[in-house]
């Protein structure tokens, strides 16, 4: 690899004495660092983690990767917590772009330190957000610095930081579902995703409105690829789907 600056950057300067730099590896594998203020127009969601994940056995964590249907791409993942919030990325409609380990986010202390956030992602108006997972009670006091860094860091370019824990079991176990379905091969024909939306037109429990549209047995594959693109929607944070579940098609009334 090799190493370079940001080059083509507008006027912007990094407030003096915020030490703030960006280390990233771009598209083309090429290594790049640079003032925060610098990198505000960088597509990191195209970029390459700027880390090697950790696979060996006997580490207590549970690695892998999750195929994106929101880039088509594959993105890491270092433990269930961060496979949940990855797909929960991936459901998200206002969700464009999604990385993992990012960038290296280096700042002054009380010594040089650095930090690669698990994620960021791109939303759909072009704004980023930032976020590392880690579950409440396994925070310690350099974590709590490091995020706290990361969120000022990414409030000056007008970036949304989160720190994600655990997700809601009932959401959880939803999109867990859906993801089943994620694939365009589980979209069907044509002619059976009108007939759901003929079918759930307006709000309807899912099983008799797949049965309307024709043989469940065809229908419901699709009708659940629907509902991953949200094209069809449910409340899936209430209850877990089942064949009372009202489903209705987006944009319509409650």
Same mark, same amino acid.
């Given at each position: 690899?090799?190493?370079?600056?940001?080059?083509?950057?507008?006027?912007?300067?990094?407030?003096?004495?915020?030490?703030?730099?960006?280390?990233?590896?771009?598209?083309?594998?090429?290594?790049?660092?640079?003032?925060?203020?610098?990198?505000?127009?960088?597509?990191?969601?195209?970029?390459?983690?700027?880390?090697?994940?950790?696979?060996?056995?006997?580490?207590?964590?549970?690695?892998?990767?999750?195929?994106?249907?929101?880039?088509?791409?594959?993105?890491?993942?270092?433990?269930?917590?961060? @496979?949940?919030?990855?797909?929960?990325?991936?459901?998200?409609?206002?969700?464009?772009?999604?990385?993992?380990?990012?960038?290296?986010?280096?700042? @002054?202390?009380?010594?040089?330190?650095?930090?690669?956030?698990?994620?960021?992602?791109?939303?759909?108006?072009?704004?980023?957000?930032?976020?590392?997972?880690?579950?409440?009670?396994?925070?310690?006091?350099?974590?709590?610095?490091?995020?706290?860094?990361?969120?000022?860091?990414?409030?000056?370019?007008?970036?949304?930081?989160?720190?994600?824990?655990?997700?809601?079991?009932?959401?959880?176990?939803?999109?867990?579902?859906?993801?089943?379905?994620?694939?365009?091969?589980?979209?069907?024909?044509?002619?059976?995703?009108?007939?759901? @939306?003929?079918?759930?037109?307006?709000?309807?429990?899912?099983?008799?409105?797949?049965?309307?549209?024709?043989?469940?047995?065809?229908?419901?594959?699709?009708?659940?690829?629907?509902?991953?693109?949200?094209?069809?929607?449910?409340?899936?944070?209430?209850?877990?789907?089942?064949?009372?579940?009202?489903?209705?098609?987006?944009?319509?009334?409650?």
């Amino acid at each position: 690899m090799h190493v370079m600056s940001v080059s083509g950057v507008g006027p912007r300067v990094e407030p003096a004495g915020s030490g703030f730099e960006l280390g990233f590896v771009d598209g083309g594998g090429v290594e790049r660092r640079a003032q925060l203020a610098a990198c505000a127009e960088v597509r990191f969601e195209d970029g390459m983690p700027v880390r090697r994940f950790r696979w060996s056995r006997g580490l207590g964590h549970f690695p892998g990767w999750w195929w994106a249907a929101t880039t088509g791409r594959h993105v890491g993942y270092e433990s269930w917590l961060e @496979r949940d919030l990855v797909r929960a990325l991936d459901f998200d409609p206002e969700i464009t772009g999604i990385a993992s380990q990012p960038f290296w986010l280096y700042w @002054r202390g009380k010594r040089g330190r650095r930090h690669a956030p698990d994620y960021f992602a791109r939303r759909a108006d072009g704004t980023g957000v930032v976020i590392d997972v880690r579950a409440g009670d396994r925070i310690e006091a350099e974590d709590a610095e490091a995020f706290a860094v990361t969120a000022e860091a990414c409030s000056r370019l007008g970036w949304e930081f989160r720190r994600a824990g655990e997700i809601d079991p009932v959401l959880g176990g939803n999109v867990r579902w859906l993801a089943r379905y994620r694939h365009p091969r589980c979209a069907g024909r044509a002619e059976v995703s009108c007939r759901l @939306r003929e079918a759930f037109a307006g709000p309807a429990p899912l099983l008799a409105g797949a049965a309307e549209a024709g043989d469940p047995l065809a229908t419901l594959p699709a009708l659940f690829h629907m509902m991953w693109r949200q094209e069809l929607v449910a409340d899936v944070t209430r209850e877990r789907l089942g064949p009372a579940t009202p489903v209705r098609a987006a944009g319509t009334g409650r």
